[in-house]
C-alpha cells in the first residue's frame, strides 16, 4: 500500500487575492508629457490624462508653455481641435480665446467678457528638455520639494546621444509599473539577468530609489551592470547604468514616466540617452547607440508585456528573496494623501538591501540629486 507524505503547507489553506478598487483620484506631482518641442509646432494638443481632456500649447508671442482645461465652459467644445493665437488658445466653435492662465481674452462678438469666464489652468515645468504638467487633488500649487532634477548630459550633444523616446498605453492601474522599484526577483525572470548580487532600496521623503548591480547577458552580453534608478514623485524616474557592451564601456540614461489616463489606464513613456563612444567614427558610434537604445526599449517592452496580462493584488504573497514591495507601496501611498496627512515616517530615510557577496557595494544615492 503507498504511503502518500504531505508537507506542513499542503494542508495550509490556500492564498486568497484581496484586491480594493484602484483610488479615483490622481497622484500629486509633476507628470511627464514628452518632449517639449513635440508641443512648440503652434497648435494646440488634445490629452486624455487624469480622466479629463485637457489641451497643451505654447504661447507664440511668449514662448511659455501652457495646459488648460479643453471643454470651453461656453457651449462644450474641445479647444483641442481650435487654434492658438498669441499667447491663448482659440475655440473652433465660437471663437473664444483662453488664455495660458485661464482667463478669457477674447469673444469676437460679444462687448464684455463674463466676470465668470475661466477654465482650470495647471502649472506646467519644462526641465531636461521635457515638458511636465502637474497635479494635485486639493489644488495646490507645486512642491518645491518635489523639483525636478536638471540632468547635464541632456545638455551636452558633443557627448551624449539626444533622447529616444518610445510611448505605450498600459491597460492598467499605474501601481503595477511602481512595484518595479522593490521587484528584485522579475529582473531574472523577465529581463534576463543571470545573478543580481545587489539590491537595495532607498526611500526618503518623494524620492524612492533603487540601487542594483547583476550581470545582463541582454544589454551586456553576461557582463555586469550597475543601475541607479531613483523616482523623483510618483512619476517620474531616471536611472543612471553603467556597463559593457561589445567590449566597451557604456553609460546611458533612462527616463521612465508615466502620466494617468484614467484608473485604470495609464500613458508610459520610455526614454534613452546614450554617452557616445570615443575613438568610435561618426558612423560607428550612431549605429552603436542605436543598437543600445533598441536593446534597452525591447528590455523595457518585456515589462509592457506583464502589466497587460495581470491583476491587481493588495496582499501578494511574498517570499523572503523577495524585495521591500510593501514599504514601497506605503512611499507610494503618500501621494494619494492631503498634503497635510502624510505620515511622518515616509519623509524620514528608510533603507533595505539584499547582498548576495557583492565585493564591493555601489555608492548608496538618489539619481542626478543637485
Not at 483641442?80 to 483662453?98: D, L, P, R
Not at 518610445?166 to 521587484?183: F, G, M, Q, S
Not at 544589454?219 to 550597475?226: A, D, I, Q, R
Not at 494619494?336 to 557583492?358: C, N, S, W
Amino acid at each position: 500500500m503507498a504511503v502518500v507524505i504531505r508537507s506542513a503547507s499542503a494542508s495550509a489553506p490556500a492564498h486568497k487575492i484581496e484586491a480594493a478598487p484602484p483610488p479615483q483620484r490622481y497622484a500629486r506631482g509633476w507628470h511627464c508629457l514628452g518632449l517639449a518641442a513635440d508641443y512648440a509646432d503652434g497648435k494646440p494638443h488634445a490629452l486624455d490624462i487624469f480622466g479629463t481632456r485637457l489641451v497643451a500649447f505654447q504661447g507664440q508671442d511668449d514662448k511659455q508653455f501652457y495646459v488648460l482645461d479643453a471643454w470651453c465652459p461656453h457651449m462644450g467644445a474641445d479647444l483641442g481641435i481650435g487654434c492658438v493665437k498669441g499667447n491663448s488658445v482659440v475655440c473652433k466653435f465660437h471663437g473664444w480665446a483662453w488664455g495660458g492662465d485661464g482667463a478669457c481674452t477674447e469673444i469676437p462678438y460679444a462687448k464684455r467678457i463674463p466676470p465668470k469666464a475661466r477654465i482650470k489652468s495647471w502649472p506646467t515645468l519644462v526641465e531636461n528638455k521635457l515638458l511636465f504638467v502637474w497635479n494635485d487633488p486639493e489644488g495646490n500649487p507645486p512642491d518645491p520639494a518635489q523639483k525636478i532634477p536638471r540632468i547635464e548630459p541632456v545638455f551636452q550633444p558633443e557627448e551624449w546621444s539626444d533622447w529616444s523616446l518610445v510611448k505605450w498605453t498600459i491597460h492598467n492601474n499605474c501601481r503595477e509599473l511602481i512595484d518595479n522599484i522593490a521587484d528584485v526577483a522579475h529582473f531574472v525572470s523577465v529581463h534576463g539577468s543571470d545573478n543580481v548580487v545587489y539590491f537595495a532600496n532607498l526611500f526618503e521623503g518623494h524620492k524612492a530609489t533603487q540601487v542594483m548591480v547583476g550581470a545582463n547577458r541582454r544589454l551586456g552580453g553576461g557582463e555586469y551592470l550597475t543601475t541607479i534608478a531613483s523616482y523623483y514623485g510618483p512619476a517620474y524616474q531616471i536611472t543612471h547604468m553603467f556597463g559593457k557592451m561589445g567590449g566597451h564601456p557604456v553609460e546611458s540614461i533612462l527616463m521612465n514616466s508615466h502620466t494617468p489616463i484614467d484608473p485604470n489606464r495609464f500613458e508610459l513613456r520610455f526614454g534613452v540617452l546614450v554617452k557616445k563612444f570615443p575613438g568610435m567614427s561618426a558612423e560607428q558610434c550612431e549605429a552603436m547607440v542605436k543598437q543600445y537604445v533598441d536593446l534597452t526599449n525591447k528590455a523595457f517592452s518585456e515589462d509592457v508585456e506583464i502589466w497587460h496580462n495581470k491583476v491587481r493584488i493588495d496582499n501578494p504573497l511574498l517570499c523572503d528573496g523577495d524585495g521591500p514591495v510593501y514599504q514601497n507601496r506605503q512611499w507610494y501611498e503618500q501621494f494619494y494623501m492631503d498634503a497635510a496627512t502624510v505620515p511622518a515616517e515616509l519623509k524620514q530615510r528608510r533603507f533595505f538591501e539584499i547582498d548576495h557577496g557583492i565585493e564591493r557595494k555601489p555608492e548608496i544615492r538618489h539619481a542626478f540629486d543637485n
